[in-house]
């Protein structure tokens, strides 16, 4: 059965680094979405996409936080300049129309020291 | 504004009870679509079941059965004679039903109850 990839599973990063969290979706999905979990707290909306550009976004996803599509494949998440409380797990969810179920990739542990 | 309330913040069973976890939700949409998803100690969210508010029909999946209720916004979930591998966290979640609703296309989730089966 298909699925939502993600990578990598753990990333540990230095505050105020860079850093990409990178996401294969489904491949006849066409709407992409990030959340994020902090640890034993409920799971939070960051970002949909569709068509190229965000459909919607939370007050979370701020200019900090970007996405792309760089190619037909990939969807990326970044975070120009990690702060402590980007300390997280950052799921990628993919769907083939609006509330149709999304499906999520095992997410990638987001460690900043 | 969306919100969804998992009030169970965490349930204990032994193995082959029966067990049901409650979901409250708020909307103001008139369409919408409810979810559980389920998050096992692995931390992966597998998609377990998607409602929408036109269809109040109670649904049954094996063990699972779901019990859709709209006039007390309540959309529970119930696992008969559950297991050890039925562990995990259970997520409610809701949508906005269509485009120009509050929420549409993303998930409000609920705080999650951890259901932990003992053998």
């Known amino acids: 059965e298909p699925e939502v990839t993600q990578t990598p599973s753990h990333q540990v990063t230095q505050m105020g680094q860079e850093v990409i969290l990178r996401c294969v979706p489904i491949s006849n999905h066409l709407y992409f979405y990030w959340y994020r979990q902090i640890l034993g707290q409920k799971v939070e909306f960051l970002v949909s996409f569709y068509n190229n550009e965000i459909s919607e976004k939370s007050e979370i996803f701020d200019d900090q936080f970007s996405v792309e599509r760089p190619d037909g494949s990939n969807f990326t998440l970044k975070i120009r300049s990690t702060k402590l409380e980007d300390s997280a797990m950052y799921f990628c969810a993919s769907s083939r129309r609006t509330n149709q179920p999304q499906h999520f990739g095992d997410g990638t542990r987001l460690s900043i020291l | 504004a969306q919100k969804v309330t998992q009030a169970q913040t965490e349930i204990s069973v032994v193995e082959k009870e029966d067990v049901t976890l409650d979901c409250v939700y708020e909307?103001?949409?008139?369409?919408?679509?409810l979810f559980w998803y389920k998050q096992p100690p692995s931390g992966e969210l597998v998609f377990l079941i998607r409602r929408n508010s036109f269809d109040e029909q109670n649904e049954i999946s094996g063990r699972y059965s779901w019990n859709f209720q709209k006039s007390t916004s309540s959309f529970n979930f119930t696992i008969t004679a559950s297991q050890v591998v039925d562990s995990a966290v259970y997520f409610c979640?809701?949508?906005?039903?269509?485009?120009?609703?509050?929420?549409?296309?993303?998930?409000?989730f609920g705080q999650g109850t951890i259901l932990t089966v003992h053998p």
């Open positions: 909307t103001r949409d008139t369409t919408y679509y």
């Open positions: 979640a809701l949508s906005a039903g269509y485009a120009g609703g509050t929420s549409y296309g993303k998930l409000t």
